[in-house]
């Protein structure tokens, strides 16, 4: 498969290798097994080496992958009315987490700008420091007349009320690699072959992640085997913001699935996979540190452990049916005449936003809340909570 992929410059290659050594050096430390869940941290997040941490262009044409924000503008725009809404009902504070290239920390500020509805304070958690360049520079030439209320966060506040939003955060948490073989349950994590090379090798599942996976309605095939993935980072984290938002809500956007389909006897090979110059591809422990990891999120695991830290699981809906709920097509038609240039290329891309074969089915919104009781604009319609 990698000879499909564009060969990397010999500078990339060397960057990898430079990671790749740090992670045999653990795994050699950890007795020669380390569970995936690792691996996908250190190559994603591994200071200075790791594929977020460490400079490469990600985001956008010339990078890897394409996320809402950089397809167009309406897509913070419409975001911005749930927002104002969470804000208005709680506290004028935001913090988005994982602001990527800061496209939707300038469109969201410029549309609450327009709604007279500016937060006093607009934090963004980030990890990676080539990022937090990147959002202070674009925030710099596109709303430098805002750039005061923007602050950089290192760790999740004390506490805090308002709104916090995750657009492709979850999915992106480093997960466990699951299998279903021979009437047991295995971990699939990674050793060293021979050569030196990274190579996959299950032991029994245990612990938490045990019960996890007996939680799962997952049938033990009769031949072969099934591999999935459980999050456990991602349930934690949300269960952490439950402990720290007093009043307020986080609004989380990925892609993924409710149990029920996540776990279908089809998708016996999992969700997780690697992008690449654009491409998709499964070899995740090709080219450590080049390329981004990613796996579906289980959004009926995230909701129960949310529920269980004291969130309220306030509305699950497709992005298409939020975006439209929180005024998409309005905007839309505010771009000028329909048959100007500018209008169709907005239509285009917004269609990329909402259509069912792009992103609108598959990405998913859910809004989870804590001391509020409100009925939330973006879920009026299309609520799908009862799925989850």
Not at 282 to 292: A, F, K, M, R
Not at 352 to 367: D, N, T
Request: hydrophobic content about 45%.
């Amino acid at each position: 498969m990698h000879n499909q992929l564009p060969t990397p410059g010999a500078d990339a290659l060397e960057h990898s290798a430079r990671l790749s050594a740090r992670i045999a050096i653990e795994i050699r430390d950890a007795g020669g097994w380390l569970g995936f869940a690792r691996f996908m941290e250190l190559a994603l997040f591994a200071p200075g080496l790791g594929y977020y941490s460490g400079g490469s262009r990600k985001f956008g044409p010339d990078g890897d992958f394409v996320t809402a924000p950089e397809i167009s503008p309406l897509f913070g725009r419409a975001l911005a009315a749930q927002v104002l809404q969470v804000m208005e009902a709680s506290a004028p504070e935001l913090i988005e987490v994982g602001a990527g290239t800061g496209a939707l920390a300038c469109d969201l500020l410029l549309e609450l700008e327009a709604r007279g509805c500016l937060p006093a304070q607009y934090g963004i958690l980030e990890l990676s420091g080539e990022l937090r360049v990147r959002q202070a520079e674009a925030i710099q030439a596109r709303v430098p007349h805002l750039a005061g209320r923007v602050v950089w966060l290192d760790a999740l506040p004390e506490n805090f009320s308002g709104c916090v939003l995750a657009n492709e955060v979850l999915d992106v948490m480093p997960v466990q690699l699951v299998v279903w073989r021979d009437g047991a349950i295995f971990e699939r994590g990674v050793v060293l072959d021979a050569a030196g090379e990274f190579a996959w090798q299950d032991r029994p599942a245990a612990g938490r992640l045990l019960a996890a996976a007996k939680a799962l309605p997952v049938a033990m095939p009769e031949e072969g085997e099934y591999l999935s993935e459980i999050c456990l980072a991602a349930q934690a984290w949300v269960a952490e913001w439950a402990s720290r938002i007093e009043r307020g809500a986080l609004l989380l956007i990925d892609y993924g699935y409710p149990q029920a389909e996540y776990y279908l006897p089809s998708r016996s090979s999992g969700s997780l996979q690697c992008y690449y110059r654009h491409r998709a591809h499964p070899e995740v422990l090709l080219w450590p540190g080049l390329n981004d990891i990613t796996s579906f999120v289980d959004f009926t695991a995230i909701a129960t452990a949310a529920h269980d830290a004291g969130f309220s699981v306030a509305g699950y809906t497709s992005q298409a049916s939020f975006l439209q709920n929180c005024g998409l097509l309005e905007l839309l038609g505010s771009v000028g005449p329909s048959d100007s240039p500018a209008y169709l290329r907005a239509a285009r891309a917004a269609l990329r936003l909402v259509a069912p074969h792009e992103m609108g089915e598959l990405f998913k919104v859910l809004l989870l809340t804590r001391g509020l009781d409100e009925a939330w604009l973006g879920v009026l319609r299309g609520d799908r909570t009862h799925a989850l």
